[in-house]
């Protein structure tokens, strides 16, 4: 099975509204991380975490390493929000390697 | 302020060919250098790291080299191009290993 495993798949938000996306994983990861895909391809990092909550603007991002999840939270969707957000986690046998999630497809709709 | 820079941004080439992509970092002395793939509507897969000048370290075995020549340059290769390498490649480089990684535009490419 997916070692890092993302829902929803998909998801279609109505501007203003708020969101949760979540990894779990089947792996013991120390790290994670959150990245948006623009549609031209574009990769950003979004947060890079150890088991905690980081915030930024309105994103929120948590990661419980005991529980093996890490939840992303969009608070106020606009439509800049649209993309594939990807979660990764490093391998749980060499730091340097990271394992991606699927993404979650978001659509703002206005 | 750090720049990364990936050439070229698109590639269309035939089965068997030779292939070439190219990465650049200014701005970062020993920065850690990162390429990844996606296959069209993919996730993402990391292929390579290079923590050092002259050391790579595979991550998945796709029929693909990669090589650091210079500190700031990141070179991904293969001599026979496959059907299944068609794709989006990205090039990243992080400070440290336990930072994020920041990453380039990519090289769309198309094997026919």
């Known amino acids: 099975g997916d070692k890092v495993k993302q829902s929803p798949s998909a998801l279609s938000l109505q501007e203003g509204t708020n969101s949760a996306l979540r990894c779990n994983f089947s792996?013991?990861?120390?790290?994670v991380q959150w990245f948006l895909q623009n549609p031209r391809g574009s990769l950003i990092n979004l947060f890079y975490l150890v088991p905690g909550t980081k915030e930024n603007g309105r994103l929120k991002s948590a990661f419980d390493s005991k529980e093996s999840y890490s939840t992303l939270h969009i608070r106020d969707a606009q439509l800049e929000d649209s993309g594939t957000y990807f979660c990764?986690?490093?391998?749980?046998?060499?730091?340097?390697?990271?394992?991606f999630g699927k993404g979650t497809h978001l659509h703002v709709l206005p | 302020a750090q720049t990364i820079h990936q050439w070229p941004v698109a590639e269309i080439k035939a089965v068997g060919s030779p292939l070439s992509l190219g990465c650049t970092i200014k701005?970062?002395?020993?920065?850690?250098l990162y390429w990844y793939w996606q296959a069209t509507g993919g996730t993402l897969q990391q292929l390579f790291y290079s923590i050092t000048v002259g050391q790579v370290e595979s991550v998945v075995q796709l029929n693909l080299s990669a090589s650091r020549p210079k500190d700031d340059q990141f070179i991904l290769s293969t001599e026979k191009l496959l059907l299944s390498h068609s794709g989006f490649y990205l090039c990243a480089w992080s400070p440290q290993f336990n930072q994020a990684p920041l990453f380039g535009e990519g090289t769309r490419l198309s094997v026919l």
């Open positions: 701005g970062k002395s020993s920065p850690n």
């Open positions: 990764a986690a490093d391998s749980d046998t060499n730091a340097y390697k990271v394992i």
């Open positions: 792996i013991a990861a120390t790290t």
